[in-house]
């Protein structure tokens, strides 16, 4: 079974500084990632996508995220966030032994204050 | 253009009646899905279906029903609604299974 961990629910910061939201996963076989980022009221939107290559992945608005097979972490960074950056972050995984399913962490809040 | 459209936005109605969701798709993509979105923010998968082809079944009350017309086309049908079926309602699509999927805007169910 495939599994995602994300491990903070809120993550409040000030505007401008960096931001680390963090994702563990746990499948058996080889492994698709992504993050998808929800604003209020609206529909999921990928940021970015890890498929296979490089293992540091940049997406849109200026963040990035870190596949290291070893810790089984996809963590997702900003150096320096925006009040439009106030959202809900999702970490998914799909993987070839779920039919490629996807399968969605909790979610992370993140709250960016002036 | 709507890459995925879905219709209603919103939707209120009483236990017990049925309802229907419906979905479609601009980007060519051969697989659809459901998801649902409970209050906690939580997204489950429900459906998936590739090239009108079911692929994926969670474990969801029969009382939903998908149905997909053609590859671009997959609407969701509700019977007998409860109180517990309230929620966002999700419809995605990719062109293969295993890569970004494309999300609508989301149905908001509301079972009174």
């Known amino acids: 079974a495939q599994s995602v961990t994300q491990l903070d629910s809120q993550v409040p910061v000030f505007e401008e500084a960096p931001v680390e939201l963090r994702c563990n996963y746990s499948?058996?076989?080889?492994?698709?990632l992504f993050w998808y980022v929800q604003y209020p009221n609206q529909g999921l939107q990928l940021l970015l996508k890890y498929l296979s290559g490089s293992t540091l992945v940049k997406g849109i608005n200026g963040f990035e995220a870190e596949f290291n097979k070893s810790q089984t972490s996809f963590h997702l960074r900003k150096p320096s966030v925006h009040i439009s950056d106030t959202a809900e972050y999702f970490c998914?995984?799909?993987?070839?032994?779920?039919?490629?399913?996807?399968?969605f962490g909790k979610g992370t809040l993140l709250t960016v204050n002036p | 253009d709507t890459a995925v459209s879905q219709t209603p936005k919103y939707l209120v109605t009483q236990m017990g009646n049925d309802k229907s969701i419906k979905c479609e798709q601009n980007?060519?993509?051969?697989?659809m899905y459901w998801y649902k979105q409970d209050s906690k923010k939580f997204l489950k998968i429900m459906f998936s279906?590739?090239?009108?082809?079911?692929?994926i079944n969670e474990t969801v009350p029969n009382r939903f029903s998908p149905k997909s017309p053609d590859k671009a086309h997959l609407n969701l049908h509700i019977n007998s609604l409860e109180l517990g079926d309230s929620a966002v309602y999700f419809c995605a699509s990719s062109q293969v299974p295993y890569n970004e999927q494309f999300f609508g805007p989301g149905t908001r169910l509301t079972v009174l």
């Open positions: 279906y590739n090239n009108k082809e079911l692929i």
């Open positions: 499948s058996s076989v080889s492994v698709y």
């Open positions: 998914a995984l799909a993987s070839g032994g779920s039919n490629y399913k996807l399968t």
């Open positions: 980007l060519g993509h051969d697989t």
